[in-house]
């Protein structure tokens, strides 16, 4: 069983930062592909990030690029998320996911995680 929990959002003023993070336990299926995502009430959830094991494949939602760097220390079994300037239209549920299936493209769509984390809320004020 894989088990995702999230820590570290919080409310920040807007320009600030934050550093979310993502701890796995499970063994063999934290070592794969995660990925991070946000939710709005009434909205789908949203793709922000994707990291591969290896670290070697990162992928970004042009929303965050240049903004959000998501990394990984695979000896913690943590994904981290640094979100720096940020906005108001940031405002949202973070949640890590976990993509089991070992592939290393450009995948962005909810359905294609398999594990998921609780969330952790992250506001920005303006």
């Known amino acids: 069983q894989v088990q995702l929990v999230e820590s570290g959002g919080g409310l920040v003023q807007a320009g600030g930062s934050l550093r979310l993070s993502c701890a796995c336990s499970g063994r063999t299926f934290c070592s794969v592909a995660m990925g991070w995502f946000r939710q709005v009430p009434g909205k789908e959830r949203e793709f922000v990030a994707r990291i591969t094991w290896g670290g070697r494949n990162i992928y970004y939602a042009d929303s965050v690029k240049g903004r959000f760097t998501i990394s990984r220390d695979n000896t913690k079994n943590t994904v981290y998320l640094q979100m720096n300037s940020l906005k108001p239209e940031d405002t949202a549920v973070y949640y890590c996911?976990?993509?089991?299936?070992?592939?290393?493209?450009?995948?962005?769509?909810?359905?294609?995680?398999?594990?998921w984390g609780q969330g952790t809320q992250v506001t920005v004020s303006s």
């Open positions: 996911a976990a993509d089991p299936k070992f592939r290393i493209g450009d995948i962005r769509t909810a359905v294609d995680y398999d594990f």
